[in-house]
T-cell receptor, first 114, second 115 residues
């Protein structure tokens, strides 16, 4: 079945460091791909998305490129801030776009130190 | 309005209590979801409502009872819960073909503690 494999943390970085969080997927067809962020004590927010191969999603300085050949959607940011400390989830939709379970990776906790 | 609003934000209840969680959205979404999230884990799907009808129940115990009074509201009725049911309960919504391009919109959750 469809699945998402995400690097597990925690990841601790100093402010202004470069961030990469790896995400690979197994899926039927070519689904949209998402990154969600969960700040401490809050719900999930859609951070960025890509709907087809070679698309680059971007938001708040974060980027991720949909790589069909490597089935990857790695999240990157060139210079992290303390306010980026959160848990990041890679996700893909249920097959066929029907309502159902959004398939999440296990989440990566990022802590950014000043 | 692009938000999903959940109330209350925090709830402490005894094992014999009856309480309800509420969720509201005004984005015209026709699918609504309840998720349960334990600490350091991704959310787990509990229920899906599509056009106000229950379409998916992920084998959730009957002490959790969902209700969708109209297209904007979703409730989760709680009765005789166990301490292990303590978690963050998240509501989400999506368009009727939600996930191909748009993803799901999540609320900020209700932090439930069962004592």
């Amino acid at each position: 079945g469809d699945s998402v494999t995400q690097m597990e943390g925690p990841v601790t970085l100093s402010e202004e460091a470069f961030l990469t969080i790896n995400c690979t997927y197994t899926a039927t067809g070519y689904p949209s791909l998402f990154w969600y962020v969960q700040y401490p004590g809050e719900g999930l927010q859609l951070l960025l998305k890509a709907t087809k191969a070679d698309d680059k999603g971007s938001n708040k300085g974060f980027e991720a490129t949909y790589r069909k050949e490597t089935t990857s959607f790695h999240l990157e940011k060139g210079s992290v801030q303390v306010s980026d400390s959160a848990v990041y989830f890679c996700a893909l939709p249920p097959y066929g776009g029907s309502q159902g379970n959004l398939i999440f990776g296990k989440g990566t906790k990022l802590s950014v130190k000043p | 309005d692009t938000e999903v609003t959940q109330t209350p934000k925090h709830l402490v209840m005894g094992m014999t209590n009856k309480k309800s969680l509420k969720c509201e959205q005004h984005m015209g979404h026709r699918a609504m979801y309840w998720y349960k999230q334990k600490a350091k884990k991704p959310p787990e799907l509990m229920f899906v409502y599509s056009y106000e009808k229950l379409s998916i129940n992920e084998s959730v115990p009957s002490r959790f009872s969902p209700e969708c009074p109209n297209s904007s509201l979703l409730n989760l009725h709680l009765h005789a819960l166990q301490p292990e049911d303590s978690a963050l309960y998240l509501c989400a919504s999506s368009q009727d073909r939600p996930s191909v391009n748009y993803g799901y919109t999540f609320g900020s959750g209700t932090r439930l503690t069962v004592v």
